[in-house]
């Protein structure tokens, strides 16, 4: 299998490649937002990351960080090998609805119960996403919900050729 090379690291980053398989799930001190519509829809300074080889953070929020009326039902989603079943949620701010930008674990699996109902946005379809005052970009492909900041170096599973990284 081909396995791209790790991005040489600057001061202060991390690489993906570094992350582990099995993912682990670590707390985050820093501020997480995201914005919608002009909107601060999440906010938190309790959040989660999942950490998993290839991809940039994934970052949780408590329910109670979601501003009331934003996300649609739970629809019955996808699995993961690692985290369990997940459910996906609109998300609605005024006359913006973007479908499936929100998922969460309702019940995940033993390593993951401290997300257990936390709620992970994509980043690409949001008017903006911050990790402390770092604005995050999408991770590549719209599959995966990773967000790309400049401490995070890559490559990045989810563009175009990475399926079988």
């Known amino acids: ?46 959040g989660w990351r999942v950490l998993e080889t290839s991809h940039p953070p994934t970052y949780y929020f408590p329910r109670n960080a979601v501003a009331e009326g934003v996300l649609g039902p739970g629809q019955r989603a996808g699995i993961c090998e690692w985290k369990g079943r997940a459910v996906m949620f609109d998300v609605t701010v005024g006359v913006q609805d973007l479908p499936g930008a929100a998922w969460a674990y309702p019940d995940p699996t033993p390593g993951f119960r401290d997300i257990a109902g936390a709620v992970a946005f994509y980043a690409g379809p949001m008017e903006a996403c911050f990790v402390g005052d770092v604005r995050a970009e999408p991770q590549p492909g719209g599959f995966y919900g990773g967000w ?10 989810g563009g175009p050729g990475t399926m079988g990284w």
């Not at 985050?28 to 519509?37: A, E, N, S, Y």
């Not at 790309?148 to 599973?157: E, L, N």
């Open 1 to 46: 299998m081909f396995r791209p090379v790790p991005t040489p690291l600057l001061p202060g980053q991390e690489s993906v490649w570094d992350y582990p398989r099995p993912p682990r799930l670590e707390r985050v001190t820093q501020r997480l937002r995201v914005i919608l519509g002009g909107r601060t829809i999440a906010d938190t300074l309790s």
């Open 148 to 157: 790309v900041t400049p401490d995070v170096a890559g490559p990045f599973k």
